[in-house]
C-alpha cells in the first residue's frame, strides 16, 4: 500500500517534502538507506532522504522550475516504494530562488535580482529560550541584516557556559556545575563525563534548527550555517570521520532543499586540534556530491587563510588578520582569489576584554563602508557587556549598539546600486573609489568615500557630454544633500567632516 504524505502543489525554489513510514528497529540513523527522484520536464534530480524519528521519514526536494513533476521514493528502510505527481507554481514576490555567484566578485538570486550582502553573527541564537529567540527574530524583522552566521552545535567559550535547550545527539552532557570563569578552558573539547551517541541524532535538535531556517526565509534572510566549530565541551569537534561524514550527509538531506542555505564547513578550522587539511577537503567532496542545488560554500579562518582559490569554495569568508587593516585589503583579496570577498568578521561593535570584540560604532560603520566601495560585503558582530552575559554575537536578542542604524541607511544606498555591484578604481590616494562593476559599463555611477579624512572641498572630471547628479552623503549622520546637476569639470563642497562619501550619477 503506498501510504506518503505530500502536498499537491508547491512555490519554484520552495521546499516540496515527502513523508514516509519505515522501519525504526536497530539504528534508522545508519542501518537503512532511502532516496527519492524527481522528474520535471527541465531537471532530474536524485538526493537523499532521511530518518526524523517515531518510524518517520522525509524526502526533501526544491524545483528549480515551474510544471508537473513525478517522484519516486525508495530504499531499504521499506519493502514498498512510493511516488506521486505535483505541481511547481509561479514563485511568490518575496521568493527569488538560491543566491548565487554573480560576476565573479558578487552575489544574484536565481531569478536575477540583485543581492547585496549585509551580515551578522549570532553563533548559538536558536539554542537559547524561546523568548530569547523571538526578540532576536523581532530585532532581524527590523535591521538590515540579510544574512546571518550561526552554529549548528552548541559552544563552549567566554560568555557560553550555559547549557543549550538541546543538543544533536541522543545522550546527556557533563555536569555543566563544575564550569566556572575560571575553568571552563579545561573542558575546550573534552568529552569527559558526555555520554552522546555521535550516531544516534536528536531529531528535535534538527526539527528545531528546521524551523528557525524558515523563519529566516520568511524574513528574507540567508542562513550561513556553521557546521563545525572548535569551541566545545561536549566532544562534537573531535567526534572520528565516520561520525563527521555521517553527521555532515544528514544534515545535507535535511536543509539542503531550503533557498536560503550557505555552507560555512567551519568557523576558524584552524583551531580544531583533531583536523587535518584533508578532513576539510573530504567535507568539501561530500557537500559538492550531496547538495545537489550547489548552495554557496566557504570556510572561515583564525589566522591563516584557507586556500580560497580551491575550485569548491564560492566566496571567500575572512577574519582580518591584522589588527588594524581588514577592510582595507578587500582589493588585494579581490585580485588573489577572484571571487566574492565577505568579510565576516572585521572586529565586533563592544566593550568586552578580547580586541576582536571592542570596537566603536563608527569605526564599524566606516569598515563597512570601506568594504562595499571596495567591492566587498562586510559583516557585523556586537558584543556589549551584559549582566546576564547575553551577548548578540552568541546569543541573539537585543542590539544596543549604534551601527546597525546606520547599516538602515548605507543598505538603502546598496540596493540602489545598479547591479551587479561595485568594483575599486583608481582615485586621489585619500579616497575609496568605486564604479560599477561590469565589463563594459553602461552605468554611470561613482561613489568616493573619505573614511577618517575630512576634504571641505573635491574636484571632478570625468567627460565633458554626461550631465552628473552629485549628492554628498553623511554616512555617520544618515543625511543625503543633493548638490544639483554638473557636466566638465566640477567643485563638490564638503563639510570637513569625518566619514562623507561622495555619489555621483550620470543623467539619463
Same mark, same amino acid.
Given at each position: =500500500?503506498?501510504?506518503?504524505?505530500?502536498?499537491?502543489?508547491?512555490?519554484?525554489?520552495?521546499?516540496?517534502?515527502?513523508?514516509?513510514?519505515?522501519?525504526?528497529?536497530?539504528?534508522?540513523?545508519?542501518?537503512?538507506? $532511502?532516496?527519492?527522484?524527481?522528474?520535471?520536464?527541465?531537471?532530474?534530480?536524485?538526493?537523499?532522504?532521511?530518518?526524523?524519528?517515531?518510524?518517520?521519514?522525509?524526502?526533501?526536494?526544491?524545483?528549480?522550475?515551474?510544471?508537473?513533476?513525478?517522484?519516486?521514493?525508495?530504499?531499504?528502510?521499506?519493502?514498498?516504494?512510493?511516488?506521486?505527481?505535483?505541481?511547481?507554481?509561479?514563485?511568490?514576490?518575496?521568493?527569488?530562488?538560491?543566491?548565487?555567484?554573480?560576476?565573479?566578485?558578487? #552575489?544574484?538570486?536565481?531569478?536575477?535580482?540583485?543581492?547585496?550582502?549585509?551580515?551578522?553573527?549570532?553563533?548559538?541564537?536558536?539554542?537559547?529560550?524561546?523568548?530569547?529567540? +523571538?526578540?532576536?527574530?523581532?530585532?532581524?524583522?527590523?535591521?538590515?541584516?540579510?544574512?546571518?552566521?550561526?552554529? $549548528?552545535?552548541?559552544?563552549?567559550?567566554?560568555?557560553?557556559?550555559?547549557?543549550?535547550?538541546?543538543?544533536?545527539?541522543?545522550?546527556?552532557?557533563?555536569?555543566?556545575?563544575? %564550569?566556572?570563569?575560571?575553568?571552563?578552558?579545561?573542558?575546550?573539547?573534552?568529552?569527559? !563525563?558526555?555520554?552522546?551517541?555521535?550516531?544516534?541524532?536528536?531529531?528535535?535538535?534538527?526539527?528545531?534548527?528546521?524551523?528557525?531556517?524558515?523563519?529566516? =526565509?520568511? %524574513?528574507?534572510?540567508?542562513?550561513?550555517? $556553521?557546521?563545525?566549530?572548535?569551541?566545545?565541551?561536549?566532544?562534537?569537534?573531535?567526534?572520528?570521520?565516520?561520525?563527521?561524514?555521517?553527521?555532515?550527509?544528514?544534515?545535507?538531506? @535535511?536543509?539542503?532543499?531550503?533557498?536560503?542555505?550557505?555552507?560555512?564547513?567551519?568557523?576558524?578550522?584552524?583551531? #580544531?586540534?583533531?583536523?587535518?587539511?584533508?578532513?576539510?577537503?573530504?567535507?568539501?567532496?561530500?557537500?559538492?556530491?550531496?547538495?545537489?542545488?550547489?548552495?554557496?560554500?566557504?570556510?572561515?579562518?583564525?589566522?591563516?587563510?584557507?586556500?580560497?582559490?580551491?575550485?569548491?569554495?564560492?566566496?571567500?569568508?575572512?577574519?582580518?588578520?591584522?589588527?588594524?587593516?581588514?577592510?582595507?585589503?578587500?582589493?588585494?583579496?579581490?585580485?588573489?582569489?577572484?571571487?566574492?570577498?565577505?568579510? /565576516?568578521? $572585521?572586529?565586533?561593535?563592544?566593550?568586552?576584554?578580547?580586541?576582536?570584540?571592542?570596537?566603536?560604532?563608527?569605526?564599524?560603520?566606516?569598515?563597512?563602508?570601506?568594504?562595499?566601495?571596495?567591492?566587498?560585503?562586510?559583516?557585523?558582530?556586537?558584543?556589549?557587556?551584559?549582566?546576564?552575559?547575553?551577548?548578540?554575537?552568541?546569543?541573539?536578542?537585543?542590539?544596543? !549598539?549604534?551601527?546597525?542604524?546606520?547599516?538602515?541607511?548605507?543598505?538603502?544606498?546598496?540596493?540602489?546600486?545598479?547591479?551587479?555591484?561595485?568594483?575599486?578604481?583608481?582615485?586621489?590616494?585619500?579616497?575609496?573609489?568605486?564604479?560599477?562593476?561590469?565589463?563594459?559599463?553602461?552605468?554611470?555611477?561613482?561613489?568616493?568615500?573619505?573614511?577618517?579624512? @575630512?576634504?571641505?572641498?573635491?574636484?571632478?572630471?570625468? /567627460?565633458?557630454?554626461?550631465?552628473?547628479?552629485?549628492?554628498?552623503?553623511?554616512?555617520?549622520?544618515?543625511?543625503?544633500?543633493?548638490?544639483?546637476?554638473?557636466? !566638465? +569639470?566640477?567643485?563638490?563642497?564638503?563639510?570637513?567632516?569625518?566619514?562623507?562619501?561622495?555619489?555621483?550619477?550620470?543623467?539619463?
Amino acid at each position: =500500500m503506498n501510504i506518503c504524505k505530500f502536498n499537491e502543489t508547491v512555490e519554484k525554489w520552495d521546499v516540496f517534502e515527502v513523508e514516509v513510514p519505515g522501519k525504526s528497529d536497530g539504528n534508522p540513523f545508519t542501518d537503512y538507506t $532511502i532516496r527519492g527522484t524527481f522528474r520535471g520536464k527541465e531537471e532530474t534530480r536524485t538526493v537523499d532522504g532521511f530518518y526524523d524519528g517515531d518510524g518517520v521519514y522525509r524526502v526533501r526536494f526544491m524545483p528549480s522550475f515551474e510544471g508537473e513533476y513525478t517522484f519516486t521514493v525508495e530504499g531499504s528502510f521499506s519493502e514498498e516504494k512510493h511516488s506521486g505527481t505535483f505541481q511547481a507554481v509561479e514563485p511568490s514576490p518575496d521568493n527569488h530562488g538560491m543566491v548565487r555567484v554573480s560576476h565573479t566578485y558578487h #552575489f544574484a538570486y536565481e531569478d536575477g535580482t540583485p543581492y547585496y550582502s549585509i551580515g551578522t553573527t549570532c553563533y548559538v541564537w536558536e539554542l537559547q529560550a524561546e523568548e530569547l529567540q +523571538k526578540k532576536t527574530l523581532e530585532t532581524l524583522k527590523d535591521s538590515a541584516f540579510n544574512k546571518i552566521r550561526f552554529c $549548528i552545535f552548541p559552544k563552549h567559550y567566554d560568555y557560553n557556559l550555559g547549557e543549550p535547550i538541546s543538543y544533536p545527539y541522543e545522550g546527556t552532557p557533563m555536569d555543566s556545575s563544575v %564550569l566556572t570563569k575560571e575553568n571552563f578552558k579545561e573542558y575546550d573539547g573534552c568529552p569527559e !563525563g558526555n555520554h552522546f551517541d555521535y550516531k544516534r541524532f536528536n531529531v528535535k535538535h534538527f526539527q528545531h534548527i528546521d524551523d528557525c531556517i524558515r523563519k529566516l =526565509m520568511e %524574513l528574507g534572510i540567508q542562513a550561513d550555517l $556553521i557546521v563545525m566549530h572548535p569551541y566545545d565541551r561536549w566532544g562534537f569537534s573531535e567526534m572520528s570521520p565516520e561520525c563527521d561524514d555521517l553527521y555532515w550527509k544528514y544534515l545535507i538531506a @535535511r536543509v539542503g532543499a531550503f533557498r536560503n542555505v550557505w555552507w560555512a564547513l567551519a568557523n576558524e578550522y584552524d583551531l #580544531f586540534p583533531k583536523k587535518t587539511l584533508e578532513d576539510w577537503e573530504r567535507y568539501a567532496r561530500i557537500i559538492c556530491e550531496k547538495d545537489v542545488y550547489s548552495h554557496l560554500r566557504s570556510i572561515h579562518n583564525c589566522r591563516p587563510f584557507y586556500d580560497h582559490s580551491r575550485p569548491w569554495i564560492t566566496h571567500c569568508s575572512i577574519q582580518r588578520q591584522d589588527l588594524y587593516k581588514g577592510a582595507e585589503l578587500v582589493n588585494e583579496w579581490r585580485e588573489r582569489y577572484r571571487k566574492p570577498i565577505v568579510l /565576516d568578521e $572585521i572586529a565586533y561593535e563592544g566593550n568586552i576584554q578580547h580586541g576582536w570584540g571592542n570596537i566603536s560604532g563608527q569605526e564599524m560603520v566606516r569598515r563597512f563602508w570601506e568594504a562595499f566601495c571596495r567591492g566587498g560585503y562586510p559583516g557585523h558582530g556586537e558584543t556589549y557587556m551584559n549582566k546576564d552575559d547575553i551577548l548578540w554575537w552568541s546569543h541573539g536578542g537585543e542590539l544596543h !549598539g549604534e551601527s546597525p542604524e546606520r547599516f538602515k541607511f548605507m543598505k538603502k544606498i546598496m540596493d540602489e546600486t545598479p547591479a551587479p555591484g561595485l568594483r575599486p578604481m583608481a582615485g586621489e590616494w585619500d579616497e575609496v573609489a568605486a564604479e560599477v562593476d561590469e565589463s563594459v559599463p553602461s552605468h554611470k555611477y561613482y561613489l568616493f568615500y573619505y573614511s577618517f579624512m @575630512r576634504p571641505s572641498f573635491r574636484d571632478y572630471y570625468f /567627460d565633458d557630454e554626461t550631465e552628473y547628479e552629485v549628492e554628498v552623503i553623511d554616512t555617520w549622520n544618515m543625511t543625503i544633500e543633493n548638490q544639483g546637476i554638473h557636466k !566638465g +569639470k566640477f567643485r563638490v563642497q564638503l563639510p570637513g567632516r569625518e566619514y562623507m562619501a561622495v555619489r555621483i550619477r550620470g543623467v539619463k
